[in-house]
């Protein structure tokens, strides 16, 4: 079985622990609640 993998993109920079975060949660296919300030691309994360 393989598994969508996320990772950032030219205009989304992301660490390491966000790209682990987001592969765990579609691997197990389960969502992912994503906290943040205004303005720090959370909304654009989930699109």
């Not at 996320?6 to 660490?15: H, I, Q, V």
């Not at 790209?19 to 303005?39: D, K, T």
């Amino acid at each position: 079985m393989e598994f969508r993998r996320f990772r950032g993109t030219d205009k989304y920079l992301t660490s390491s622990a966000l790209e682990s975060a987001v592969n765990c949660a579609l691997a197990l296919e389960r969502p992912l609640l994503v906290r943040g300030e205004p303005g720090t691309g959370k909304t654009q994360l989930a699109e």
